[in-house]
């Protein structure tokens, strides 16, 4: 508000003194017909040299200029402090009390700058995504990323430890969860780094529930940000999601918070593999785990994303049953049939667009 009051007070201060002296000269000149002379001058002059060139030059030199007409502004902010500060109270009086101070940028502005930077080029795609995602970051839920239950790998709290590395390297993974009796009952994460002091000293009848630690468990409701910074604090990698009636449903590690961000991060035993493998144009085979909005921005569809959040939880909605091979949901003119089932659970999912 003060920085607006001043440049207004110094554009006017000159604007008028300027039109006056010419106004005054015209008349002089020409008499009764200067004023017109003045006022048709004046307004060329003014546009021109006062309002379009320099603001236009300011757009192509904004930080050399700023850095130059700083201390001279800092100096007219000064000069003009009382008369500023009489212009904002009677202007107050018609509006009120003056607002309170908002963000120079809001996160929509900043989106649209990002979305316009990819687009010219100012900033790779790449890039454009990451800070599209960080933004995303904050109002993701656990529930959406986390590895759901019937995905888990856990390990009895009784195994040995052979079992336990037979396991551990069939999936590559170096973390799993341990129970005693049921998956609902979680009862630690074993690493399996803590096994190679077992190994050095030939110990291999140390069962898992002896070498585990302490598990942490996080609500599904929780955010991703809020989760990151508790894991970073609390140096743990993996923790178990707690459904809304207590049971566990699932997993999220460190791993799966990062990916959020940066995209996909394959390590030496992970296998790359095409979530969408298309056949043609509108023919498309899809991972069913998939989340509905990643389809939706992917393949261009508008899918509703509630009370499901995959394509399986889609399918299974609509169609109201256990599912089978072959049977298909058409939806907004899209068809979806059920490519492959593991089991219960559909796998794929075959989806042909609508031409139209």
Sequence with gaps: EKTLTTIL???NLVNISASSIATSLAIDFFGNKGVGVAVGVMTFLILVFGEITPKSYAIRKAES???????LFDFLSKIFYPISLAFTGISNLFLGKSVKNTPMFTEDEIKTLIDVSGEEGTIEEDEKEMITSI???GDTRVKEIMIPRVDMVCVEAEEGMKEVLAKAIKRGYSRFPV?????DNIVGILYIKDLLKYLK???FN?????????????PETKRADDLLREMQKKRVHMAIVIGEYGAVIGLVTLEDL???????????????????TYLDKNTAIVDARLPIDELNE?????????????????MMEYLDKVPEEGEEVEYDGNKFIIEKMDEKKISKVRIIKSSE
Excluded: C
Excluded at 206 to 218: C, G, L, N, P, T
Excluded at 302 to 313: C, K, M, N, R
């Design 201 to 203: 000293d030939g110990n």
């Design 65 to 71: 200029l700023a850095l130059f007409v700083a201390p």
């Design 179 to 183: 129970y005693k009796d049921e998956i």
């Design 258 to 276: 990062i990916e959020e961000i940066v995209g996909e991060i394959f390590d030496e035993y992970d296998v790359a593999k095409d979530e969408i």
């Design 206 to 218: 140390v069962s898992a529930d002896k070498i585990k630690r302490e598990a942490y468990f996080i």
């Design 298 to 314: 992917k393949m261009n569809l508008q899918l509703p994303s509630d009370p499901f959040d995959t394509l399986a939880g889609f």
């Design 135 to 137: 933004f995303e970051f």
């Design 9 to 11: 007070i110094g554009n």
